[in-house]
C-alpha cells in the first residue's frame, strides 16, 4: 500500500494557535510557584547524547524593566546536552527545562518558539520581554519570589500572537489512567489517550497524548505550527511509555500528527492511533474533535436488548456506505437508507467497515483509523446522526470490525516508534501472508487494550448494535495460508495461537458487560469449536468457547450456492449439498450470509449463478431467497441482490438502481424480486417458528429431505409453542402436480393449511402456480406424518404453508 502524506498548498497562519481558543480564558489572582516536576524515572526512554553543537556568540543584552518594575535578568544557560537534545525532539523531560522554575533569585522563564522575533511575559502586573538565546530558545531570570498565571507575547516578523504557555501545566493525564494503561485494561482507552478538548487548570485547551515507548523523543506538529513540532516536545510518563502535552489554546478542528525520533535517532511523521477524526483521504492528518451530537434512539436503546438475538428475528442487509447511493455524505445517507430498509423489512444494517481507510478499493477492510469514521462521507457527528436516524426507524446498526491485520503505510501503525509496536516482533509472524498487511501483536497486553477498547468504543461512542469480526480464522491460526517451514507451533505444539484466542474472549466479554444488547458476530470459516460457546466453558480444543454471540455459517453459503448454481437435470447428483448444513446447524448460533464476498472477483452477482435463461434465473433466484429465509439461522443479503442485480458490484459505481426505472423494460422483473424479500421479511418477522427456535433442535423437522430426483426439499419450523410453518422448494423447472407430503396434526385434529408465500407468484415475476385457498388435511399418512397435503409444486419456486 502507498504511503500518503499530508498535502498542504497553503501553509495555515501561526495565528490559528491564538484562534482555536475553545473558551476565551481570562487571567486570575496570581496562583503559587508551580511546583518542579520530579526527575525523569528509570525507566525512561533512553537517550543518546548529541555532539556538542558549535559555540554560540550570545547577542548582547541588558535588563529590561518590566511594567511593574521587575527587571528581566539573563538565566544560566541551558546545559548543552540538554539544550541540543530539546532542539532535536530527543529530550523525554522538557518541561523541566521550558516555563517558569522558581531558582535561587527569582523565577527562570524558558520559552521554545522557532521563528519567533521576540517572547514577552504577560501577567498581572507585569509585562517583561524574555532574553533571546538563538534557535528559538528565549529566558529571562524574573527577580520575583513567585510567577503569578502568565502568558505570552510572541513576536513574529509579520504578527504579534498571546498566546499560553504549554511548559506551565502539570500532567493532564491521571495516575490511574496511566496504571490501567500499563495494565493494559483501560477499557475507556479513547478518553486517555490521543487528543483530548479539555479545560485544565482553569484553562482552555486539547491534551495530547501517545504511547510511544520506544521513542526517544515525541513531539506534536500541526496547522498551527507550520507542521514543525520544534517548538512542542511532550513529556514521558515513565513507564507506561505515554507521552504527553497540554496545549493551551488549541481546539476542535485543529490538525496534527506526532513527530517521533526513533531509537535511531532518525525522525518519523505520524497520525494519531487513536485519533477520532481525520482528514478524507488522500490526506492523513488527524483532527481535534470532541462529541456534540444529541441523541434520540433512547426508546431503542432501552429495549434492544429485551429478546436475546438468537431468539429474534434478524434479517440484514449488508451496505457499502460509500457506494449504496455514490456521493452521498452521512447526514444524505441518513434521509434515504433508513426509508429504503424499512420499505425492504430487514431488521438490521450491516455496515462494511466505517473506520478510516486510506485505499478505497480495500472496501474499509485496510484500517488505518481505528477510532475514527471515514471522512469521505462527513464528521463523526454525521455517522452518529445516521445511526440515530436508522434506531428512530427501528432499525439496528451493525459494523463491520477489522482487529486481523493493519496495512504498512509509513504514517501509520507500521513500526509505530520505530520499532515492532503494534505488529508482532517476530516478522513471520506479523507479515500476513494474503493482503501484504500486518498482524497485530495479541500478546502484548497494550495492544490487546487498543483493539479491546476500539470495539466497546463503536458500541458506546457511536451506539453501534453489533460488531461483525472480520477474518477470524486469520487469528485463530499460526499456519493461515502458511506452508510448512513459514510458521511455528504454540508451545504446547499446535497450530493454534493462544494469544489471539485470549483476545477474542477478553473483547466479546467486555462487549457483552459494558453494552448489553449488543451482538458480536464471527466471520470464521472453519471447523473451530466454540466460537458462539460461553468462554467458561471449555470445548474439544481445549480451549474455553470464544464468547461470539453469532457465527457467519460458510458451509451452508458454498454447499447451497454449489448447488443452485448446476443445471436442474444435475442438481440430483449434488442433493445432499442443500441437506448437509442441517447436520451441523445447532453446533453454533448460525447467520446466513450471502455477502459482497459472493458477488465479486467473478464470482458473478446472485442471480448470475443461476443457470437457464432470464425467467429462470430469476425464478431459482428467488425460490433460494425462499429457502434460505425458512432455514435455520439469520439471513443477510447484500445490497443489489435485493432487487436480483445481474451484475457483481464494484465499489465505484454501487447497486445498478437504474434497474427499477420504470421506462427499462425489464423494470417490473426486478421490482417483483424486490417485492418478494419485502415480503419475505413482513411474513417472516411476524412467524416466531422462523426465528424463535433458530439455535435449537426442536425448532426444525424434516418431511422430505431425501426427493433427489425431484429436486424438492420439504422441512417444517416450529416456535416455542409447537406452532409449525411448513416450507417446500422445488428447484426443478417443472410444475409437480399431486405432490404428496406429510404434515403433523395441528391442535389434535387435522386442519386447513394456507399459503402464506409463494415466490412463483406473479407479483413477483412468477408464472402464477399456487394454492388460492387453503387446503384441507387429508387422513392418508406420508412421510411419517398421521396427516398429508395434496400439493401442486409451482416451477423453481419455495411455498410457505401455515395451518389456519
Partial sequence: MTARKPSRTQPVPVEAEARRTAAPTKETAPAAPEPALPEPPATAPSTTPAPAPAPRRRPAVRPRDGVGGQGVREAQPLDDGDRARLLAGEHHAPHDLLGAHPVRGGVVVRVLRPSARSVTVLAKGLRAQLHDDGEGLFSGLLPMPSLPEYRLLVGYPDNEIEVGDPYRFLPAL????????????????????????????????????????????????????????????????????????????????????????????????????????????????????????????????????????????????????????????????????????????????????????????????QVTGFYAPTARLGTPDDFRHLVDSLHRAGIGVIVDWVPAHFPRDDWALAEFDGRPLYEHSDPSRAAHPDWGTLEFDYGRKEVRNFLVANATYWCEEFHIDGLRVDAVASMLYLDYSREDGQWSPNEHGGRENPDAVAFLQEMNATVYRRNPGVVTIAEESTAWDGVTRATDRVGAGGYGGLGFGLKWNMGWMHDSLQYVSKEPVHRKYHHNEMTFSMVYAYSENYVLPISHDEVVHGKQALVSKMPGDWWQRRATHRAYLGFMWAHPGKQLLFMGQEFAQGAEWSQEHGPEWWLLDPTYHSAGDHHGVRTLVGDLNAVYRVTPALWQRDTSPEGFAWVDGGAAEDNVFVFLRFDAHGSPLLAVSNFSPVVRHDHRVGVPDVRGGRVAWEEVLNTDAVRYGGSGVGHPDPLKAEAEGAHGRPGSLLLTLPPLATVWFRPV
Fill in 174 to 365: 491521571g495516575e490511574l489512567d496511566l496504571h490501567l494503561i500499563g495494565e493494559g485494561r483501560h477499557e475507556e482507552l479513547w478518553t486517555a489517550l490521543g487528543a483530548r478538548p479539555m479545560e485544565h487548570q482553569g484553562v482552555a485547551g486539547t491534551r495530547f497524548t501517545v504511547w510511544a515507548p520506544d521513542a526517544r523523543g515525541v513531539r506534536v506538529v500541526g496547522d498551527f505550527t507550520f507542521w514543525d513540532g520544534t517548538g512542542f516536545p511532550m513529556r514521558s510518563l515513565g513507564a507506561s511509555g505515554v507521552w504527553e502535552l497540554f496545549l493551551p489554546g488549541i481546539g476542535e478542528g485543529t490538525l496534527y500528527k506526532f513527530d517521533i525520533c526513533r531509537p535511531d535517532g532518525s525522525h518519523t511523521t505520524r497520525a494519531d492511533p487513536m485519533a477520532r477524526r481525520t482528514e478524507a483521504p488522500p490526506a492523513t492528518a488527524s483532527i481535534v474533535t470532541a462529541a456534540h451530537h444529541e441523541w434520540r434512539d433512547q426508546e431503542w436503546m432501552a429495549h434492544r436488548g429485551d429478546v436475546p438475538v438468537h431468539e429474534a428475528p434478524f434479517s440484514v442487509y449488508e451496505v457499502h456506505l460509500p457506494s449504496w447511493r455514490p456521493g452521498l455524505t452521512y447526514r444524505q445517507l441518513a434521509v434515504q437508507l433508513p426509508r429504503y430498509v424499512r420499505e425492504l423489512g430487514f431488521t438490521h444494517v450491516e455496515l462494511m467497515p466505517v473506520a478510516e481507510h486510506p485505499f478505497g478499493g480495500s472496501w474499509g477492510y
